[in-house]
């Protein structure tokens, strides 16, 4: 297959080596799943690429999109990218300050919004930004231009100069030339844009190859947003592949959209996996009698279980029962079909990779940033490329890793940002004269040359006793509870940490009615005292796998719920720890109040 080195190029590789693809992108439109070929994404594509030529763009000006997963967002960002526009894609669920600050900071002239309801939300925030033209939406929306005008004003090109000068500006675009502007999260302030080339991300499409042999067959159900990095890399990696994309109808409706595609694999976040493992967790202790006693035995095996190891009798006999028993029923919850599914952006909880990785479900970790283009190591599908803890070895074509003296995880190469968008200061503070990029992450290599991630640098706080805490450690080892949701563990400076946690509420309910505990609201649930035992007992427990001075001393149960839209987590999920530092200061407080 050959290689290419611009963004533009995909479609024509598509339409050289896919000519014929009827379900390159596949969604749920009014209940039944609606198929896109190659020649559906070629010829919508230019089309909407003439359509921003003829609205006046020029190449280097910046279009904005904020929507779902759909087939949409791929036209609109390759019409973009051919009209030598730079996109930039925001999350559908940021506050409208956050949206305020993009647009005007991105200098945006043109908008995309998905949904209805995205689009009251947006417009009166989107019509007071000045020199933002047009907004286009993908639903019809009474009132709104829709993307479909905009595609007609290509299409109707009668003496073909919108095409003469289309080629013009495909032929003109570089390697380098800034491809897209990515606004980061915003964990610990005001989000900066990431400016990535066409080569940032397509120097990552062979490697990906290596590690993740899928190929024009095969089909992929996508739920993480397309305007995350990681989901994008891999989205593009997918089409110089002619692999299949399936976009979930919502991130509540993947129990179903697991069992329509049956996939062969997935890109997500730990939060997902962890969800899925709590579930099966829940079930499994529920049951009674010999099906308890298979559960036991499965996680027994768990506990043991090496990648490629072979088994002998007994111990083979029992995972094949085990298998058949508990296992199969996991694998079946995800499609029964799962060859991969990839992992990133935070760090998840050895036990739910050993228990996916024990079912035959492949669930690799990767490690990246935004301005690495996202993946820089990854484990790989070989038994001597797995070892659970870690994200594996680096991307070795793409990226060279590096541990300062201090611990801190450094990068260099191709794949590493352009810098951020007007921010020049910050681009020196975080890329060095050497050209090594200061991820802010801390790591180590093991004897065996496996790269793990520890903690945030900015993020481990030390104790009065001299003692140095790594929170996102201690968090995920909570998080694997079934019945802690989400955790914060708080502690600079003072003699133990402790932690603020959210429980599971549905697994809580669960449990208290098996125990004929009556509750009206969260509040009261989490007030009750046998709540509390459970708690501490729960607590206790995972103490013991923690550290001395890890161990979380006290804790406080929080009723409400952390979410992107409330301002307490990032769009990917991820503790936005000063915000929730703030907002429970008084309950951290009273944590280590007589300390």
Not at 86 to 113: C, G, Q, T, W
Not at 277 to 285: F, M, P, R, S, V
Not at 441 to 454: R, S
Not at 534 to 560: C, M, P, T, W, Y
Request: aromatic share 12%; charged share 25%; glycine share 8%.
């Amino acid at each position: 297959m050959n290689t290419i080195e611009r963004l533009v190029d995909l479609l024509e590789h598509l339409n050289q080596y896919f000519p014929d693809k009827q379900d390159l992108f596949v969604t749920k439109e009014n209940s039944k799943w609606r198929k896109y070929g190659t020649s559906d994404y070629f010829e919508t594509s230019n089309n909407l690429a003439k359509g921003l030529i003829s609205l006046g763009l020029n190449a280097g000006d910046k279009i904005a999109s904020v929507s779902s997963n759909r087939p949409e967002w791929n036209f609109v960002d390759m019409g973009s990218l051919r009209a030598g526009v730079i996109h930039v894609p925001v999350y559908p669920n940021l506050s409208n300050e956050h949206y305020k600050y993009i647009f005007e900071h991105a200098d945006i002239r043109v908008l995309f919004v998905g949904e209805n309801e995205l689009y009251q939300r947006i417009a009166p925030v989107a019509k007071n930004i000045q020199g933002l033209e047009f907004i286009f939406t993908f639903d019809e929306i009474s009132g709104a231009l829709n993307w479909q005008d905009l595609r007609k004003m290509g299409e109707e090109d009668a003496d073909n100069e919108l095409e003469k000068e289309l080629k013009r500006r495909i032929d003109a675009v570089d390697k380098d030339d800034v491809a897209t502007i990515i606004y980061t999260s915003g964990t610990t302030g005001v989000p900066k844009g990431v400016m990535l080339s066409h080569w940032n991300f397509l120097n990552l499409v062979k490697p990906s190859m290596i590690l993740f042999p899928f190929g024009s067959t095969h089909k992929m159900l996508s739920f993480l947003p397309l305007c995350h990095v990681f989901e994008r890399v891999v989205g593009y990696y997918y089409q110089f592949n002619g692999i299949s994309v399936y976009y979930a109808e919502s991130i509540m409706s993947i129990a179903r959209d697991f069992q329509d595609v049956k996939p062969d694999g997935f890109i997500t976040v730990p939060r997902i996996l962890e969800k899925i493992y709590n579930k099966i967790q829940e079930n499994g202790i529920k049951q009674k009698g010999a099906k308890k006693f298979l559960f036991n035995q499965a996680m027994k095996f768990v506990e043991s279980y090496v990648p490629g190891k072979k088994y002998k009798f007994p111990k083979s006999i029992w995972h094949k029962v085990v298998d058949a028993t508990v296992f199969a029923k996991a694998r079946k919850a995800l499609g029964g079909n799962i060859k991969a599914a990839i992992c990133g952006g935070a760090a998840l909880h050895p036990d739910i990779i050993q228990f996916f990785l024990a079912a035959k479900i492949p669930v690799v970790e990767g490690y990246g940033l935004t301005e690495a283009t996202a993946l820089s190591s990854c484990i790989t599908l070989h038994p001597e490329g797995i070892k659970v803890g870690t994200v594996g070895f680096p991307v070795y074509d793409a990226i060279t890793i590096r541990i300062a003296t201090d611990g801190e995880i450094l990068l260099k190469g191709p794949s590493i940002m352009k810098g951020y968008y007007k921010d020049e200061e910050q681009t020196r503070k975080v890329i060095d004269e050497n050209g090594w990029f200061h991820t802010g992450d801390v790591g180590e290599y093991d004897h065996e040359g496996f790269l793990k991630i520890t903690d945030r640098k900015k993020e481990i706080f030390k104790l009065s006793t001299g003692k140095y805490v790594a929170p996102q450690m201690v968090e995920n080892t909570l998080k694997a509870s079934r019945f802690i949701e989400e955790a914060m563990v708080v502690g600079e400076g003072m003699k133990y940490a402790a932690a603020v946690l959210i429980p599971d509420f549905t697994a809580l309910a669960d449990w208290c009615r098996e125990k004929g505990l009556q509750f009206s609201d969260h509040a009261s649930l989490i007030a009750d005292t046998l709540v509390r035992k459970l708690f501490d007992n729960e607590v206790v427990r995972l103490n013991n796998l923690l550290g001395r001075s890890e161990q979380i001393k006290k804790f406080v149960l929080i009723a409400e719920s952390w979410t992107s839209e409330s301002g307490a987590l990032s769009p990917t999920l991820k503790l936005r720890r000063n915000h929730l530092l703030s907002h429970y200061s008084k309950i951290i407080k009273s944590l280590f109040d007589n300390a």
